[in-house]
């Protein structure tokens, strides 16, 4: 690991991206400490720490809605965007046929997404600031019209500065900028978690704490295990003549199917579309209109049930794993360009049959990736029903996403540094 570091900080372009991300989150964890006027934040800590779901929401924005700063809303407009788009391309052929016209297509759903962010962002804000009106912990000082405009703009403006600073740090190639940034408000909150355990500490205790360590020790494995395994195609090369009698090609390779193609994305999205429900009921608890109101109350009792809330979480994380893997991964596009190359898996024909036998093949391991994925999400949450605690829900879900994050990182560190060595030769 650390010699993998080291060969990476020794190539210029790689060290530099390295500073540049650095630079960024230093950007990003400043600007996630410039609080709003007319905030009360200790009521605001209290009615967090009241909530699970709003737990998870300050989680899923990287902390900075516990502080409510100008970045309030994190990335969170930005990936429900990408989500709808995502879906609307499977559903809509013209959109698709946009996608698949390469980088240029590309470009322009990237560029609907972030135009999509911003009205997503004001309802969002508009949203979150109705809930904080709501509560009984008097967290607004300030309700006028004015005040609130002024709020709206400005997380508007906060969430769209993070989604170019998101993008900076995936140009250059180190890492997704989006997780990253996630990735950086979880570490941030890191000491004042391990405080509140720390505090929290009873010796009488002693086995539910050995659970929550078994826990950790199990995420950690289970993702790096899931993210590391791959299933090997055999790939054989055509010998070709190139002039006077000279043969090439006639070379065994492999081509390697990683078992969670998808990543850390399927968590972040399974999350996103979880606490949506809760978020938007929250608004309606206290509405004039009885029926409205009753129905509020039950989405957020239905999803506050620990069985009912783990059973989506593993389907949303078994789900969202396969229609990622759908749209990074193309059947079709691997079966041509290896016919293109002179290669061919055998026993399989070349063309339709290879993509068809690939898209057989990727099915079947993400039935067992998606499984176990969506297993170690809803760990904690079995842990959280043995030990009774909040922040076992939080902390599972944060080092899985870290430890996600992390691979995937180095992942990306690891094709650059090859690709570094391929152009020294």
Known sequence: ??????????????????????????????????????????????FFEANQVLGLLNLFSGGTISSFSVVALGVAPYITASIIFQLLTMIFPSLEAIQKE?????????????????????????????????????????????????????????????????????????????????FAGIVASLPQQASQLFVSFDQSQIFVWAVYAFIALATIFGVVFVTEAQRNIP?????????????????????????????????????????FPSVVAQFFVSARTAWIADAARWVITTLQNQLVYGALYFF??????????????????????????????????????????????????????????????????????????????????SLLIVVSVVIESVKQVESQITMRQYDAY
Do not use: C
């Open 1 to 46: 690991m650390w010699e993998k570091l080291q060969a990476a900080w020794r190539i210029k372009e790689v060290r530099n991206a390295f500073l540049v991300v650095l630079a960024v989150m230093v950007i990003f964890r400043i600007t996630a400490h410039i609080p709003l006027p007319g905030i009360n934040l200790q009521a605001l800590r209290n």
């Open 102 to 182: 390469g980088e240029a297509g590309q470009r322009r759903i990237t560029q609907w997404t972030r135009m999509l962010t911003v009205p997503l962002a004001i309802l969002q804000s508009f949203g979150l600031l109705s809930l904080l009106r709501q509560s009984q912990f008097q967290i607004l000082t300030k309700t006028d019209p004015l005040h609130i405009v002024t709020i709206i703009i400005t997380v508007t403006a906060g969430t769209v500065f993070l989604m170019w600073l998101g993008e900076l740090i995936s140009e250059k190639k180190v890492g997704n900028g989006i997780s990253l940034l996630i």
């Open 235 to 275: 790939v054989q090369y055509a010998r070709q003549s190139r002039g006077a009698g000279v043969l090439s090609g006639g070379i065994a390779s492999n081509l390697p199917l990683r078992v969670n193609m998808a990543g850390v994305i399927p968590i972040i999205f399974a999350i996103s579309l979880l606490l």
């Open 316 to 397: 949303l994380v078994f789900a969202f794993t396969y229609f990622y893997t759908a749209v990074v991964f193309h059947p079709d596009k691997i079966a041509e360009n290896l016919q293109k190359q002179g290669g061919f898996i055998p026993g399989i024909r070349p063309g339709r049959p290879t993509a068809e036998y690939l898209n057989a093949v990727i099915n079947r391991i993400n039935l067992f990736g998606a499984g176990f994925l969506g297993a170690i999400a809803i760990l904690p949450l079995i842990g959280q029903g043995v030990g009774g605690s909040r922040l076992l829900a939080v902390g599972g879900t």
